[in-house]
């Protein structure tokens, strides 16, 4: 399998630390899965609310038009990819 990681926080609350973390456990699950990782997207100080986000939407794009072919996209958990359902159910 083919993965691509996304990672986001979503205000100055949060910190660097927390995009750190998340890498790092998407990259322990890959690895555990035997998944080749092809790319990283990080939005910070990104609020999911909406999918007005560059990383994000970079992600999409490089998906849509094959520029990246994963089988997955995997995150830390689903709130860092979309916290509106539209928008979730929509790149799903």
């Known amino acids: 399998m083919k993965c691509v990681i996304y990672a986001r926080f979503s205000s ?5 630390e927390s ?3 998340q890498l790092r456990a998407c990259r322990e699950f890959a690895m555990q899965k035997g998944w080749v990782i092809l790319c990283e ?3 910070e ?5 909406t999918d007005d986000r560059v990383n994000f939407l970079n992600m ?3 998906i849509t038009t ?3 072919r994963p ?3 995997l995150v ?3 709130d860092r990819f979309a916290r509106n359902k539209i928008d979730s159910g929509h790149y799903r």
């Open 12 to 16: 100055d609350n949060q910190r660097v």
């Open 19 to 21: 995009i750190t973390a």
């Open 41 to 43: 997207y990080i939005d």
């Open 45 to 49: 100080a990104q609020s999911a609310t």
């Open 60 to 62: 999409i794009d490089a």
């Open 66 to 68: 094959g520029r990246e």
């Open 71 to 73: 089988d997955v996209v």
């Open 76 to 78: 830390h958990k689903l």
